[in-house]
């Protein structure tokens, strides 16, 4: 993997990836939410699933 600097344009490149990250997933969390017959792992993992983790790396992105 190649190293990337810790520039100011390339934390705002990653803070950008993290949104549109979070909107996807809560858009494709809802999406499964809707459906019926999911099997009862899935539904667990859905209700289980922690889409605040990526606020929280976009707020330490802020800090830096």
């Known amino acids: 993997m190649k190293k990337i600097y810790k520039t100011k344009n390339n934390l705002?490149?990653?803070?950008?990836?993290?949104?549109?990250?979070?909107?996807?997933l809560e858009r494709a969390l809802?999406?499964?939410?809707s459906m019926s017959n999911l099997p009862k792992d899935l539904a667990r993992d859905i209700e289980r699933f922690?889409?605040?983790?990526?606020?929280?790396?976009?707020?330490?992105?802020e800090y830096l």
């Open 12 to 24: 705002q490149k990653v803070w950008n990836e993290l949104d549109k990250a979070y909107e996807h």
């Open 30 to 33: 809802y999406d499964l939410n």
């Open 50 to 61: 922690d889409i605040s983790e990526i606020s929280c790396m976009k707020l330490n992105i």
